[in-house]
């Protein structure tokens, strides 16, 4: 059964993936798009906490938590851990707000598909999730108010990984992800004249296509002990060293006329030379990333933490898309959440199980537009509710997050957003020991 739930929420979640964009934002526009979370409803409900790793929910955001010690919660007895399965998606509403008006926008998205397996004290990980998202459709207006240029973009980079954990000691765990990004982005700018007020016959468009593809690395640490008989410290570290993304690029530059609506009609099209402006093939160096956390709590009862993380992303370029009224700088990002379940063990009850979620970000994305730092925060609510065998401990998670990014100053526009996100948690035994010969 649960196999059958996974393959029909993959099928789902990936439909939605193809048929619409992963983002409706404007700062899609710039870089390789909006950096997707990369984590679970789970995480994203308590701020975007990633330091704390049990036995029946994966932790994508840091490897070492495939690999953990035993924890005798039946049915397993303390002789394996579960094999664990995640699936997820998400929708977004958006209110974006400018000097000039304000605009709505949605988009509705697939966020991640993961196993673990445990194998003493290894874990395997692997699965699939985007890693940045592009949707946006931009427009500007001349003096006497009519179309001047329009601007659109869609795609992303998505991500294939594999990851193993080990156990070094008790309470201390390793691991590490290898990280298959590929993907490719598209966009055109319109460029619209006029003879005293009104549209010539043919106007410009440019189109570019870049195909990105790249390996990086993901390291991870985990450390949790007793503090007393009630208390446990938890703790967690990972690091992303710097990395490239191979881009090949295409450039075609259109004559088009416009309808009445503003629909685009093809005339004829020519094939930019990159090769001889040297920028047929380039390279987007992906900055690294630091991130720690601690946090504490009881067992299965509740937890409150803290984690913060440090992107070099005064290294990203981009030489095919820059402009000269961005600029990039060093991003960093703080999170506080935790978690609060009535009775883990109360096997007869619905209700005393549900996991109850609750956390707060604030970021600093590292891009600068007219000299406006864009900024970012959220603050998030959610539950886990106990589905199929309750022996099992299996949930679905529902998240719920409000936030802001952006601003309206030097002409930009402020995102006033709310996520919704949905994910199935799940959990099975594969390797038994036999109780008989």
Same mark, same amino acid.
Request: hydrophobic share 35%; glycine share 12%.
């Given at each position: ?141 001349? &003096? ?51 003879? &005293? ?120 370029? &981009? ?119």
């Amino acid at each position: 059964m649960i196999k059958k739930l996974v393959l029909v929420f993959a099928l789902v979640f990936t439909i939605f993936n193809y048929a619409q964009e992963g983002t409706a934002s404007p700062y899609s526009f710039y870089g390789i798009g909006n950096l997707k979370f990369k984590g679970t409803v789970e995480n994203r409900s308590m701020g975007g906490l990633s330091i704390y790793n049990d036995s029946i929910h994966m932790n994508l955001r840091n490897p070492a938590s495939y690999a953990g010690e035993n924890v005798g919660i039946y049915p397993f007895n303390g002789e394996s851990r579960p094999v664990k399965f995640t699936v997820g998606g998400g929708y977004t509403s958006q209110d974006l707000k400018s000097n000039s008006g304000t605009e709505k926008a949605s988009s509705t998205t697939f966020d991640y598909l993961a196993l673990s397996v445990p194998v003493g004290k290894f874990g395997f990980g692997f699965g699939l999730l985007p890693y940045t998202s592009v949707g946006y459709k931009l427009e500007s207006l001349n &003096n006497d108010g009519n179309l001047q240029n329009r601007f659109k973009g869609e795609g992303g980079v998505n991500k294939v990984f594999f990851g193993l954990g080990y156990q070094i000691a008790k309470g201390l765990t390793a691991g590490v992800d290898v990280h298959y990004n590929f993907g490719n982005i598209q966009n055109s700018t319109l460029i619209v004249q006029y003879d &005293n007020g009104v549209p010539t016959q043919y106007q410009s468009s440019e189109r570019n296509r870049s195909d990105l593809s790249g390996v990086n690395f993901n390291f991870g640490l985990s450390y949790k002990r007793m503090l007393n008989s009630k208390l446990e410290l938890v703790s967690g570290m990972t690091f992303t060293p710097e990395s490239n993304l191979i881009s090949q690029n295409e450039r075609s530059i259109s004559t088009v006329t416009l309808s009445a609506t503003g629909q685009e009609f093809v005339v004829n099209t020519i094939q930019s030379d990159l090769q001889a402006m040297g920028l047929a093939e380039t390279e987007l160096v992906l900055p690294s990333k630091f991130a720690f956390g601690a946090g504490i709590g009881q067992p299965r009862k509740w937890f409150v933490g803290a984690e913060t993380s440090f992107q070099k992303t005064s290294k990203f370029s &981009n030489q095919l898309y820059g402009t000269n009224a961005t600029t990039y700088k060093d991003a960093y990002s703080l999170s506080l959440g935790g978690f609060y379940i009535p009775d883990f063990n109360s096997f007869d009850s619905f209700w005393e199980r549900i996991v109850y979620r609750a956390g707060f970000r604030q970021e600093e994305t590292g891009l600068n537009i007219n000299n406006e730092s864009i900024k970012e925060f959220g603050i998030s609510f959610g539950v886990g509710l106990p589905v199929g065998d309750a022996r099992l401990l299996s949930n679905a998670n529902l998240g719920f997050e409000i936030g802001k990014r952006g601003t309206t100053n030097s002409n930009l526009i402020q995102e006033n957003f709310i996520n919704l996100q949905l994910s199935l948690s799940l959990n099975d035994r594969w390797f038994q020991k036999r109780k008989y010969d």
